[in-house]
């Protein structure tokens, strides 16, 4: 019985028990795949950059002028209808009015709307009311830092009034810095000497994006601002600088691969972050043009880069708030 049992289990397999045997390994793999795929929780895409604003209110606007396509009114919800290559669930707000009420405009528009999840305001450093201003505002939590402009960075670095950035640190709140390709050399040196504060270069510089080689001045101020570890640095506002050689702007990756690729070498995948600067972004392509450009190549890094890129980096830089219903919105 056992040598009848040995030759029966030494029997060739037939060629229909051999296509069975593989399609139940093949369903196997592709079941375990789908599970994998199943586990992987939604991509959270945090805006890091947008501008809100509502010129029919009685005050009007300071900003944008009128007589321009940004002039109307734009709300949280009008960045969820549009069309988007992967969808949007949360966004961190950069006041651009100088109006000091304004901040609490937009801290009264994001109460209700759980789609805001952080505020970046506009105050004056350097001046005597900034400490009341910051101290009021910070007690909401969404007010998460300000911007300023790098001319105003480098005046006070001058003067060496440095105090107003140091409050900002200890309100544990961060600072935005928007300025043209030289402007990474001034967060370079504030960077320096507050190294306590949170600092986030906006738009890679507003440098020119063009055909041609990056500049070396710009690359020189990037890798500057990236030696710091307490900078980090929008990946924003790629298609305006392109607009500004030819518009409509090109749409091949290989395009803006040179420029992405000074500062996510420089950076480093934990510290670019994702932003829209919607809707002065229109003036150069779609939302979701603008959004495919910069995801695909941070998916092309590395999986794991394309999380921290989308999310992770700005909760370490803005530390936004992740409200309740926010996703529902």
């Known amino acids: ?42 991509l959270e895409i945090i805006d890091c950059h947008t501008h809100f604003y509502d010129p029919s209110r009685a005050e009007g606007v300071p ?34 009015s100088p109006w000091v009420e304004d901040n609490q405009w937009l801290l009264d528009l994001a109460k209700d ?60 709140l961060s600072l935005d810095v928007n300025g043209g390709p030289d402007s990474p050399q001034s967060v370079a040196m504030l960077a320096q000497k507050v190294p306590q504060l949170r600092i986030v270069q906006n738009h890679i510089g507003n440098v020119v994006i063009s055909a041609d080689a990056p500049p070396e001045d710009w690359v020189s101020a990037i890798q500057a601002a990236a030696a710091c570890p307490n900078v980090f640095c929008k990946i924003s506002a790629l298609v305006e600088g392109a607009a500004r050689v030819q518009n409509p702007v090109p749409t091949e990756p290989d395009y803006y691969r040179p420029y992405i690729d000074v500062v996510w070498n420089a950076f ?14 229109e003036r150069g392509s779609s939302y979701a043009f603008l959004q495919q450009l910069s995801m695909d190549y941070a998916s092309s890094r590395s999986k794991s880069a394309l999380v921290k890129f989308c999310s992770v980096n700005a909760s370490k830089a803005y530390k936004w708030v992740d409200r309740p219903g926010r996703k529902a919105t």
Do not use: C
């Open 113 to 172: 709307d759980p789609f805001v999840v952080g505020i970046v305001g506009n105050l004056n450093p350097g001046v005597p009311e900034f400490a009341e201003h910051a101290n009021r505002l910070a007690k909401n939590p969404l007010f998460r830092g300000i911007r300023v402009s790098s001319n105003r960075v480098n005046e006070l670095l001058m003067t060496g009034e440095l105090d107003d950035f140091r409050r900002l640190a200890d309100l544990d």
């Open 1 to 42: 019985m056992n040598q009848i049992s040995e030759s029966r289990m030494e029997l060739p397999v037939t060629r229909r028990e051999w296509i069975k045997v593989s399609a139940a390994f093949a369903a196997a793999i592709s079941t375990q795949d789908l599970l994998a795929a199943k586990m992987d929780p939604p």
């Open 268 to 281: 480093g995948e934990d510290r670019v972050i994702y932003g829209s600067n919607w809707p002065v972004s």
């Open 63 to 96: 900003w944008p002028a009128k007589n321009t396509s940004l002039y109307r009114t734009v709300l949280p919800q009008n960045l969820r209808e549009l069309p988007q290559y992967r969808p949007v669930t949360g966004t961190v707000v950069v006041e651009a």
